[in-house]
């Protein structure tokens, strides 16, 4: 019976053992993992400053171009270009307009021929 007692208790030991190791091993995983996730986040974080700045400078390029667009489309600025370079044309003849299935195919066809010639060279 005592040698019994003595085994069981060694098997209490080993247990605890076993309990602990598992135990610290869980932990240290857990520490890994929290700071493998922490500079997961941090890089994610960058990334998403990295592109809002990105938006900011946009955005601030689209402001700029409306300013010119509104200061190049001045009724005041059209009517002199119109006076300088559409002396003779008083109006738009109806042979003129084209409707859209005819531009589209024009501009096909010069994408086609422009992309042969930059395929030659």
């Given at each position: 019976m005592i040698k019994f007692l003595k085994i069981h208790n060694l098997s209490n030991k080993v247990q605890c053992?076993?309990?602990?190791?598992?135990?610290a091993a869980a932990v240290l995983c857990a520490v890994f993992a929290m700071f493998f996730v922490?500079?997961?986040v941090e890089k994610l974080n960058k990334n998403i400053q990295k592109h809002d700045a990105k938006i900011a400078n946009?955005?601030?390029?689209?402001?700029?171009l409306?300013?010119?667009w509104v200061y190049l489309t001045r009724p005041e600025?059209?009517?002199?270009l119109s006076k300088?370079?559409?002396k003779d044309n008083i109006g738009i003849a109806a042979n003129q307009v084209?409707?859209?299935p005819l531009l589209a195919n024009y501009y096909a066809q010069n994408l086609a021929k422009?992309?042969?010639k930059l395929a030659m060279k």
């Open positions: 053992y076993l309990f602990n190791s598992i135990s922490q500079f997961k946009l955005q601030d390029d689209i402001k700029v409306e300013v010119e600025r059209l009517r002199m300088r370079y559409l084209k409707n859209r422009s992309r042969k």
